[in-house]
C-alpha cells in the first residue's frame, strides 16, 4: 500500500494480515511445512479451446442476406440490447459475443466500427 498516511481503515487491514501470517507460519512449523512457491507454466487459455470450436460459435452473415440498411440497423440495435441484457446478468463471455457479432456486421455492412 502506498499513502502519505496510514488511515484506520489502512491499519486494520494491515494488523488482520500479520495477525491471519503469524497463525499460519506457527501451523506450518507445527505441523513441519515448508512453504515453496508453485512453478506453473504461463499459457494462454484460449490455446485449450480448439480453432473448430471457436469458429463454430461465430455466426456468419451474408451481407445479401440481411436486407435493407434499415433491416440492418434493426439487428445491430437488437443485438447491442441482448449484449447490454448479457452483461447485465454479468453472462460477460456471452455479451463479448455479440459485441464481436455487431463489429462484424458494421464491417460487413461498411457502417462507422
Known amino acids: 500500500?502506498?499513502?502519505?498516511?496510514?488511515?484506520?481503515?489502512?491499519?486494520?487491514?494491515?494488523d488482520e494480515t500479520n495477525r491471519r501470517r503469524a497463525i499460519q507460519m506457527e501451523y506450518n512449523e507445527r505441523m513441519g511445512i515448508t512453504p515453496v512457491t508453485i512453478k506453473k507454466a504461463v499459457k494462454d487459455i484460449v490455446q485449450d479451446i480448439p480453432q473448430e470450436k471457436v469458429a463454430e460459435k461465430k455466426q456468419k452473415y451474408d451481407v445479401a442476406s440481411l436486407g435493407s440498411l434499415s433491416e440492418v440497423v434493426a439487428l445491430i440495435k437488437r443485438l447491442e440490447e441482448e449484449m447490454y441484457q448479457a452483461a447485465g446478468e454479468l453472462d460477460f463471455e456471452r455479451a463479448a459475443e455479440i459485441r464481436d457479432e455487431i463489429r462484424?456486421?458494421?464491417?460487413?455492412?461498411g457502417l462507422s466500427v
Open 1 to 14: 500500500m502506498y499513502a502519505d498516511k496510514i488511515t484506520d481503515a489502512m491499519r486494520y487491514a494491515i
Open 104 to 109: 462484424e456486421l458494421r464491417i460487413e455492412m
